[in-house]
């Protein structure tokens, strides 16, 4: 048999960093469209401003879920451990976010498809629920994750979980569900401004961004200081072999206050994670304020910045445990074999840059600003 030119720890981290990148790619992507869709009944006033709206989005997003498609199917080869208990546990909030994003293909298909008022703002209505929705149990499930998650396996590593659908709604994860819709709406508002033509819709995307904007630096450090002083947060207080296979419960866990912010010790570049958070988001208001299509890129390096810093607080962990600390899984004892992880490292080699280089291709055709007469347009949306 072939050696594995790859270590069993090393394969670990990057696959850690690779499905953290496909989440990233997904925020920055599919983000800027969900949260334009949670804009649409504020900046567009009549029809034709909606429909401008609706047409500046519609062309890209179906091929932005590519990277969600992508994120759940390498978390479910890479970490199985941890796509059986989240699945498992946010199941009903899953299927919440899975009903709000099927809102968006039949609304943009079906919205224009008769000239009453009435089913027009009804689909309007529903475009703003497939955007607002996911963005906000987008960020509720890492405010859960962050806390801990009440499960356990027993000795033969079978997940149970103890929870419910309301029990995510807990005040910490609403607070990082808040922080989520303002990173996605300021996102968005930034698209919007990148993308239409000068007026009166652009005009009110850059004025409801520049306050989301104002909300993601107040909500993103109010979860800081509550990670700093709360009794949140894991640590493992035992051995823990890097290159040992998947068995969650070799090793032991205690939680303690501040433990998420300890990285940034231990690993000091960690730190460019939030100041990137921070750092692209005052970009992004002044962008926002100036109305310049470049904001775009700093939205999008925030919500880099946010997601990373989410990972880099928590490494080693990926879903911590609140019934069984010791069952918390982590990026040393919850992958898949060495074997899968290298043959799918070799097909996300292949095939990543593809995606990349569609990606920008369809971007450089679709490039410009959209105007009124060309959204009302036969054939639009």
Request: glycine content about 10%; overall charge positive; charged content about 10%.
């Given at each position: 048999m072939t050696e594995i030119p790859l270590d069993y720890a090393t394969l670990k981290i990057l696959w850690w960093g690779l499905v953290g990148a496909l989440l990233i790619g997904f925020a920055v992507t599919d983000g800027y469209d969900l949260g334009a869709a949670s804009l649409l009944p504020f900046v567009a006033k009549t029809d034709k401003e909606r429909r401008l709206v609706i047409n500046s989005v519609g062309p890209t997003w179906e091929?932005?879920?590519?990277?969600?498609?992508?994120?759940?199917?390498?978390?479910?080869?890479?970490?199985?451990?941890?796509?059986?208990?989240?699945?498992?546990?946010?199941?009903l909030a899953m299927f919440v976010v899975l009903a709000a994003l099927i809102l968006r293909?039949?609304?943009f298909k079906y919205r224009s498809k008769r000239q009453s008022a009435t089913w027009r703002s009804g689909w309007d209505w529903a475009l703003f629920v497939g955007g607002f929705v996911p963005a906000l149990i987008f960020g509720v499930a890492l405010?859960?994750?962050?806390?801990?998650?009440p499960f356990n396996l027993d000795s033969t590593l079978r997940a149970s979980y103890d929870g419910g659908l309301f029990g995510l709604l807990n005040p910490f994860a609403l607070l990082c569900g808040l922080a989520s819709v303002a990173m996605l709406v300021m996102h968005g508002a930034a698209y919007l401004?990148?993308?239409?033509?000068?007026?009166?819709?652009?005009?009110?995307?850059?004025?409801?961004?520049?306050?989301?904007?104002?909300?993601?630096?107040?909500?993103?450090?109010?979860?800081?200081?509550?990670?700093?002083?709360s009794g949140m947060g894991y640590r493992i207080v035992s051995e823990i072999d890097p290159q040992a296979v998947a068995n969650?419960?070799?090793?032991?866990?205690?939680?303690?206050?501040?433990?998420?912010?300890?990285?940034?010790?231990k690993y000091p570049w960690m730190i460019a994670a939030p100041v990137l958070g921070?750092?692209?988001?005052?970009l992004a208001i002044l962008g926002l304020r100036k109305k310049t299509g470049w904001t775009i890129v700093a939205s999008g390096l925030a919500a880099s910045g946010i997601i990373a810093s989410v990972g880099a607080s928590m490494f080693p962990f990926i879903l911590p445990s609140t019934v069984n600390p010791n069952a918390s899984l982590t990026v040393w004892d919850s992958a898949s074999s060495q074997t899968t992880l290298f043959i799918m490292l070799i097909v996300t080699v292949i095939f990543l840059?593809?995606?990349?280089?569609?990606?920008?291709?369809?971007?450089?055709?679709l490039w410009g600003r959209l105007d009124t007469e060309e959204a009302n347009s036969a054939g639009a949306y």
């Amino acid at each position: 048999m072939t050696e594995i030119p790859l270590d069993y720890a090393t394969l670990k981290i990057l696959w850690w960093g690779l499905v953290g990148a496909l989440l990233i790619g997904f925020a920055v992507t599919d983000g800027y469209d969900l949260g334009a869709a949670s804009l649409l009944p504020f900046v567009a006033k009549t029809d034709k401003e909606r429909r401008l709206v609706i047409n500046s989005v519609g062309p890209t997003w179906e091929g932005h879920q590519v990277w969600l498609i992508t994120g759940g199917g390498a978390l479910f080869a890479a970490w199985p451990f941890v796509y059986a208990v989240s699945f498992s546990g946010f199941y009903l909030a899953m299927f919440v976010v899975l009903a709000a994003l099927i809102l968006r293909p039949v609304g943009f298909k079906y919205r224009s498809k008769r000239q009453s008022a009435t089913w027009r703002s009804g689909w309007d209505w529903a475009l703003f629920v497939g955007g607002f929705v996911p963005a906000l149990i987008f960020g509720v499930a890492l405010g859960n994750v962050l806390q801990g998650v009440p499960f356990n396996l027993d000795s033969t590593l079978r997940a149970s979980y103890d929870g419910g659908l309301f029990g995510l709604l807990n005040p910490f994860a609403l607070l990082c569900g808040l922080a989520s819709v303002a990173m996605l709406v300021m996102h968005g508002a930034a698209y919007l401004v990148a993308k239409l033509e000068r007026g009166p819709v652009l005009d009110r995307a850059a004025s409801f961004g520049t306050w989301a904007g104002i909300g993601v630096l107040i909500f993103y450090a109010a979860a800081g200081v509550w990670l700093m002083v709360s009794g949140m947060g894991y640590r493992i207080v035992s051995e823990i072999d890097p290159q040992a296979v998947a068995n969650p419960l070799r090793k032991e866990v205690v939680v303690e206050t501040g433990a998420w912010l300890a990285n940034y010790g231990k690993y000091p570049w960690m730190i460019a994670a939030p100041v990137l958070g921070f750092a692209g988001t005052v970009l992004a208001i002044l962008g926002l304020r100036k109305k310049t299509g470049w904001t775009i890129v700093a939205s999008g390096l925030a919500a880099s910045g946010i997601i990373a810093s989410v990972g880099a607080s928590m490494f080693p962990f990926i879903l911590p445990s609140t019934v069984n600390p010791n069952a918390s899984l982590t990026v040393w004892d919850s992958a898949s074999s060495q074997t899968t992880l290298f043959i799918m490292l070799i097909v996300t080699v292949i095939f990543l840059p593809i995606i990349l280089l569609y990606t920008s291709w369809v971007f450089k055709v679709l490039w410009g600003r959209l105007d009124t007469e060309e959204a009302n347009s036969a054939g639009a949306y």
